[in-house]
């Protein structure tokens, strides 16, 4: 079957790091992409791995280990405006993403 | 970066009536169209996938009679949900992907469908 788990809600604070994790189960795998979607809107595309290792890009970083079926999403320096769902799909076999359930992730000042 | 654009991006109707969502690539020429569902605090759940000129594949589960797709030219795919009933209520979210950007998906700012 197809399985992607992400944790269901997490919080922080203003100006830390958070890292999101995820973990999947795929028939088939084509890389990983992670999405930032905000309430009531469509999501934002933040990155794609497909090889193992650390994408990084501004303020966030993605890595992935394909052995382990694991990867996360880093965010540092957060800001207020950081607060949002964050999407792990997995592209895998026929062509399709296949989402987690998502992420909130609320961030204090 | 690509856009896509949903048309309308919030539609309020009576049950037993037929709805057209309009996805437009406008920057690129789109190889394949993607439609979603998203339900509220849920993730994304595919309904179809929708290449140019040819039919397209539902998810198991999906009524293609109920939610037809037709994608007509590499730039416009739409949704129509006939006969729509309450349960059809959802936030409906299409997305491109791009022949010069490989397998990245955009996806279109979505349409709330409210079905009385």
């Known amino acids: 079957g197809q399985n992607i788990d992400q944790p269901t809600e997490m919080t922080a604070t203003e100006g830390a790091i958070v890292q999101i994790n995820c973990t999947y189960q795929t028939s088939g795998f084509n890389g990983l992409f992670w999405y930032q979607q905000h309430a009531g809107e469509a999501p934002t595309f933040l990155s794609y791995n497909v090889l193992d290792g650390l994408e990084e890009k501004g303020r966030f970083s993605s890595f992935l280990s394909r052995s382990k079926g694991y990867s996360y999403l880093l965010l540092k320096e957060l800001q207020m405006k950081d607060s949002a769902s964050y999407l792990c799909?997995?592209?895998?076999?026929?062509?399709?993403?296949?989402f987690g359930a998502g992420t909130r992730l609320a961030v204090h000042p | 970066g690509a856009v896509v654009s949903q048309h309308p991006s919030r539609v309020i109707c009576k049950s037993g009536t037929s709805v057209k969502i309009e996805c437009r690539s406008l920057d690129f020429q789109a190889t394949t169209m993607f439609w979603y569902r998203q339900f509220p605090k849920k993730s994304l759940m595919l309904m179809a996938t929708s290449n140019e000129g040819s039919k397209a594949t539902y998810e198991q589960g999906v009524e293609k009679d109920k939610f037809l797709i037709n994608h007509a030219s590499l730039t416009l795919s739409t949704l129509t949900v006939t006969s729509a009933h309450p349960e059809d209520s959802s936030f409906y979210i299409c997305?491109?992907?791009?022949?010069?950007?490989?397998?990245?998906?955009?996806f279109g700012p979505g349409t709330r469908l409210l079905v009385l």
């Open positions: 799909a997995v592209y895998g076999g026929y062509n399709k993403l296949i």
């Open positions: 997305s491109a992907r791009f022949r010069t950007r490989g397998e990245t998906q955009y």
